[in-house]
């Protein structure tokens, strides 16, 4: 049964284009398909340092590093800055995968509401207030804020332009995770700093996946080189685990050299989730949550009744 | 103790280097932290900064090596620039042609591009790409897992099977589905990082016992059921054993037996991590319960990985079938990550049938004849070598950190690339020099590597067995 597809997080269509397939079975004949070891014992191909250098050039960093599995990249990102005795901001409606990088830092995590920059800040103020009381312990207390660009959860974007004011402001380094908006935010596809219009270096470090948009499968961070090499040691989803698979770090080049090539892919997209938003929007009886720009969001029955209603609905 | 003033004089050289650089010569530039950010707090400890910068950037050119072909028997290894400081400066153009690899994990030879896999896997890419972009539970379910799962599971002797995106990931997602808190693990001491990020995130209670020591294991069990939970002094609700089929970086096979009496006697669970010992042990490449032969399914948690032996990656989790669907159902991995690349699976799929083959049965002796060729030759020349004697890992004891920086260099120089490990991954004192024995490999590539690793050895005086005048009068007794 043939049906359209609305439920893959395939935002630019990568995963059917020709010339990534043709480059990615141009690889196999090269390299083979796995790559048999981590990054420190022959587990480095040269295609795997072609990707850093590309996706760093492409945001704009100095510096990236790349991940076999999206979900560990920003699990082994946190604690590998955060440990314990440390203060992590986070959002509540973060996803799953940041909640596990934080629930193994061990490090003292305060929530705060939904993208309520306000509740950030009123939080922010509590901790310092509290810091204040002890000198000596509050030089040594790192903090981060951690928060989505495009949240999985509820499909709204994160409020960049605060978050950096609130950063020098308070002393807290900024840690964004772009899976869902790299290569779909922005005019350009580079993410959320775009889409603000904030430049890159701002931002302490960039964790984003190329599971969605790049249609390949593994994650990265980038940002600078101070603070992205110290991961190449402590990084654990890096250091024991194998590398990627050189036929998808190929492919993940060659849908990075598309997406600086056809720059309408990203209007495109948009004007499509625009317009689908607006649709579904009419219909009585449904909930759109998300920003309207969005492509990902979510349908809720209004006045929702009980769960077996809702399923059947 | 020699170890600890080698490591003393490192120390003291790196302090020596510091103070001139910061008073008397000026310093190459760095990377350091951006100049709007001087007033927050330091990102990393000071000591961390100075072991980085003195001590392991120091021997970053045996880490890290780029390689520019298929990681099979022989390589093209590319070499880099380097500061006098350590800092990586890029790539020279050079390539050293034809090293032979004593370091990747191919234990039966499948990282090849060319053969029955790489056209599977070609063919795969054109029909189904190369990302799934979706998790398990929602449209990321495709055939070829299904097909893969139950491959597995029939290679394997068990009910049922489930495939995961990263060996790493297997590990740490799936054991908070099975122990939770009020559950007790008792972890070999030598266990994965993947192993252990697990048993955190899970909120059991953790014990640890000597390395493959069962006596200690027994001990362990027997008073932690008689005091119960530390806290409120109730009953466990589940035990987990968790031991590795090969550790590697011991090369020591679990004590699977004495490991299966214990759980049947105090009535425990066993998880089994089989990520270097599936396809590699047993005469039939079932890993370690084919090489005691054991009934798989006395093991209740079967785990493995694709990317040793099958020349893919990803991992498994393989057992009995309520098992499995309660995995399907509750793994954060089938929820929020996504599924295997369907190459990748091809891949793997292609290799099992391979191995289940005649060709298979080839490449299983070959590997098992390397192995013992290697650890026999090492062992009578008369060099410290840990692990049993049928283990395709084969760790080689240099102790000082600076040993086994130059045995890299001295191996690359002379056409073949190991492996080396230090502190932290291996104890301070024992920093070791670590091969993995290929079925790829031939005989003379083995021999050929020997007389290197002798030469070596000679050169640095690292053949200090106490067993070697025992070998030159008569065969050693096992």
């Known amino acids: 049964m043939q049906c359209k597809n609305f439920a893959s997080l395939n935002f630019l269509g990568f995963a059917e284009n020709a010339r990534i397939i043709n480059s990615a079975s141009g690889c196999v004949s090269k390299y083979g398909v796995g790559s048999c070891g981590p990054r420190g014992f022959y587990g480095t191909f040269d295609v795997h340092l072609d990707l850093e250098k590309r996706i760093a050039e492409f945001t704009g960093t100095e510096c990236a590093i790349i991940y076999s599995y999206g979900f560990a990249t920003v699990a082994s990102a946190i604690p590998a800055y955060s440990k314990r005795g440390d203060v992590l901001f986070v959002d509540e409606a973060s996803c799953f995968a940041i909640q596990k990088g934080v629930h193994a830092s061990r490090s003292k995590v305060i929530y705060f509401k939904h993208n309520d920059m306000d509740d950030l800040e009123s939080k922010l103020k509590q901790q310092e207030i509290m810091e204040g009381n002890d000198a000596k312990k509050s030089k040594v207390t790192r903090k981060f804020m951690v928060v989505e660009g495009l949240y999985m959860n509820t499909g709204q974007i994160c409020d960049l332009p605060r978050l950096v004011e609130l950063k020098y402001k308070y002393k807290v380094r900024l840690f964004v995770e772009e899976s869902l908006s790299f290569g779909v935010l922005g005019d350009t596809g580079r993410g959320v700093t775009e889409h603000f219009n904030i430049p890159v270096e701002k931002v302490d470090m960039i964790c984003g996946s190329l599971e969605y948009s790049l249609a390949s499968t593994g994650g990265f961070c980038c940002g600078s080189e101070y603070i992205i090499t110290h991961q190449r040691l402590s990084g654990l989803g890096y250091v024991f685990s194998a590398s990627l698979p050189p036929l998808l770090a190929r492919a993940a080049i060659e849908a990075i050299d598309i997406m600086q090539e056809q720059h309408d892919l990203f209007s495109q997209l948009k004007s499509k989730a625009v317009k689908f938003q607006n649709l579904i929007r009419k219909i009585a009886s449904i909930e759109v949550v998300g920003n309207p720009e969005s492509p990902v969001f979510h349908i809720r029955r209004k006045n929702s009744v009980s769960n077996e209603e809702d399923l059947k609905f | ?478």
């Open chain 2, 1 to 478: 103790v020699r170890n600890h003033i080698a490591m003393a004089i490192v120390l003291l050289f790196g302090w020596l280097r510091d103070f001139l650089n910061e008073h008397v010569f000026t310093p190459e530039p760095s990377a350091h932290e951006q100049e709007d950010l001087k007033d927050f707090v330091p990102l990393y400890t000071t000591f961390e900064r100075f072991f980085v910068r003195n001590v392991i950037e120091r021997g970053y050119d045996v880490l890290h090596r780029p390689v520019c072909t298929v990681p099979g028997a022989v390589i093209d290894i590319r070499e880099r620039k380097f500061s006098s400081s350590g800092k990586f400066l890029g790539l020279t153009g050079k390539v050293f042609r034809n090293v032979v690899n004593l370091g990747s994990y191919n234990y039966l030879g499948f990282a090849q591009n060319e053969g029955v896999c790489a056209d599977a896997a070609v063919k795969a890419v054109a029909e189904l790409g190369t990302g799934v972009c979706s998790n398990r539970f929602e449209v990321g379910n495709y055939e070829i897992h299904s097909k893969l799962e139950r491959k597995m599971a029939e290679f394997l002797g068990v009910e049922d099977c489930m495939t995961f995106g990263m060996g790493f990931a297997t590990n740490s997602m799936n054991i908070p589905c099975l122990v939770g808190k009020g559950c007790l693990v008792i972890s070999d001491a030598c266990n994965h990082a993947s192993l252990a990020i697990g048993c955190k995130i899970s909120g059991a209670t953790i014990r640890v016992f000597k390395h493959n020591d069962m006596k200690d294991l027994e001990k362990i069990l027997r008073h932690s059921i008689v005091e119960g939970h530390p806290r409120t002094y109730r009953s466990w609700k589940k035990i987990l054993i968790i031991v590795e089929g090969i550790y590697s970086m011991e090369g020591t096979i679990v004590n699977l037996p004495e490991v299966i009496r214990l759980k049947k006697k105090y009535k425990a669970y066993v998880y089994l991590d089989e990520a270097h010992s599936i396809g590699s042990l047993g005469s039939r490449a079932r890993g370690v319960t084919d090489y005691f032969d054991i009934d798989p399914t006395e093991i209740d948690v079967l785990m493995g990985t694709f990317t040793k032996s099958f020349g893919a990656s990803g991992g498994y989790i393989a057992g009995r079938r309520e098992l499995v669907e309660h995995l399907r159902l509750n793994s954060h991995s089938a929820c929020y990550g996504v599924s295997m690349s369907p190459p990748v699976a091809q891949q793997a799929l292609s290799s099992l049938n391979v191995i289940m083959s005649e060709e298979g049965k080839e490449r299983i002796t070959q590997l098992a004849a390397n192995t013992r060729l290697f650890r026999e030759k090492l062992r009578t020349f008369g060099f410290i070598v840990y692990g049993h004697e049928d283990s395709p890992v084969v760790p080689l004891l240099a102790y000082l950190p600076s040993h086994i920086a130059c045995f890299s260099r001295e191996m690359l120089a002379r056409g073949y690339g190991v492996v080396v490990a230090g502190f932290p991954s291996t104890p301070l004192g024992e920093s070791r020099v670590r091969f993995c024995i290929s079925s790829a490999l031939s005989k003379q590539q083995i021999l050929d590597a020997l007389e290197a690793i002798s030469d070596i050895g000679d050169i640095m005086r690292l053949k200090i067995s106490a067993k070697q005048i025992l070998y030159k009068f008569g065969k050693l007794k096992k």
